[in-house]
């Protein structure tokens, strides 16, 4: 049974500083993917990583994946208190649908 | 381009009644999946349609249920409502369920009393 772990859980940060979140999974998959999410809305799609080594960034988030390690990263650059939300990886176990099972989700407070 | 909508936005049971939330994806969109998320268990898949079949199946009981209409539009059923059943549901919608974006509706929040 595939099992996804994102680490830290809670993550408090102040203005401008970087930091990185973590994403493991248990078993083989080429596809991860990255969601944010504010109180009360739904899921934003941040990322799609395909392939290993693949690298996206959008603004003050970069994330990357290494399908070897079984390890996807989000790296926060500067953030700002805007990036305040939850942050989910989820992995796609596409057994001929897409099916995703998700971390449990990082909680990322930016302190002015 | 709207995005996917959800209804209702918020619903309120009381146990051993049965429910039915609706999805519509986005137009052009083929797979629709549904998504319960609790406080304690997180994100979980529930069951992914395509072309009105149903593709994927999460570890739900079988009260759970849902179906897929021509027009690509998803209702999920709730049959014996338990008071565990009050969560977030989300629906997602894809061109094809293959590895392009997830966009995910507001959701649909259920309280069972």
């Known amino acids: 049974e595939l099992k996804v772990e994102q680490n830290p859980l809670f993550l408090s940060m102040q203005e401008g500083k970087n930091y990185t979140i973590y994403c493991n999974y248990s078993?083989?998959?080429?596809?991860l993917y990255w969601y944010r999410q504010d109180p009360g809305k739904s899921l934003e799609s941040l990322f799609v990583?395909?392939?290993?080594?693949a690298v996206k960034q959008e603004g003050r988030l970069m994330a990357s994946l290494d399908t070897k390690a079984r390890l996807s990263t989000l790296h926060i650059t500067a953030a700002v208190h805007d990036l305040s939300a939850t942050y989910f990886c989820?992995?796609?176990?596409?057994?001929?649908?897409?099916?995703?099972?998700f971390g449990q989700g990082t909680r990322l407070t930016i302190n002015p | 381009k709207a995005g996917v909508t959800q209804t209702p936005r918020y619903l309120i049971k009381t146990r051993g009644q049965q429910v039915t939330l609706s999805c519509s994806p986005i137009?052009?969109?083929?797979?629709v999946s549904w998504y319960q998320q609790t406080p304690g268990q997180g994100l979980q898949f529930l069951f992914e349609?395509?072309?009105?079949?149903?593709?994927n199946k999460g570890n739900f009981p079988g009260r759970f249920s849902g179906r897929q209409f021509s027009n690509s539009r998803s209702e999920m059923n709730v049959s014996t409502l338990e008071l565990g059943d009050s969560a977030l549901y989300l629906c997602?919608?894809?061109?094809?369920?293959?590895?392009?974006?997830?966009?995910f509706g507001s959701g649909t929040q259920l309280s069972v009393l």
């Open positions: 997602a919608s894809s061109l094809a369920g293959g590895d392009e974006k997830l966009f």
């Open positions: 078993t083989t998959s080429d596809r």
């Open positions: 990583l395909l392939s290993n080594g």
């Open positions: 989820a992995v796609d176990t596409f057994q001929g649908a897409q099916k995703l099972v």
């Open positions: 137009s052009g969109h083929r797979s």
């Open positions: 349609y395509f072309s009105e079949t149903q593709r």
